[in-house]
């Protein structure tokens, strides 16, 4: 398995933008796909972006379409999610996630095997 610790969250004000940033450690990074999750308070883990092993594919829910990002250096074993057009709503913790296997439009918590620890996101209206 591999390991992940996030980085970047805060606080910022609707409208604003954040970069959240995950490292992970191993040699085998550049074969894991990987997700990104939040979860709010009362609500179930949701998928807000996937990127494929080699980060030709990439899959955002309508929810965040056109206003998150994901990127990916293998080189450097992180992944990325730039967060622009932030709104109230986007506010929990997220997680960055890996898998083995192909990436999918709608991807569920339970297809990833490895977690980071989460990081708080706060945007204020």
């Known amino acids: 398995q591999v390991q992940l610790v996030e980085s970047g969250g805060g606080l910022v004000q609707a409208g604003g933008s954040l970069r959240l940033s995950c490292l992970a450690s191993?040699?085998?990074?550049?074969?894991?796909?990987m997700g990104w999750f939040r979860q709010a308070p009362g609500k179930e883990r949701e998928f807000v972006g996937g990127i494929s092993a080699s980060g030709r594919s990439t899959y955002y829910p309508d929810s965040v379409k056109g206003r998150f990002t994901i990127s990916r250096d293998n080189a450097k074993n992180t992944v990325n999610l730039q967060m622009n057009s932030l709104k109230p709503e986007d506010t929990a913790v997220y997680y960055c996630a890996a898998k083995s296997g192909l990436l999918f439009i709608r991807q569920s918590a339970s297809d990833f095997g490895s977690w980071g620890q989460g990081t708080q996101v706060t945007v204020s209206s």
């Open positions: 191993g040699h085998t990074f550049s074969s894991y796909t």
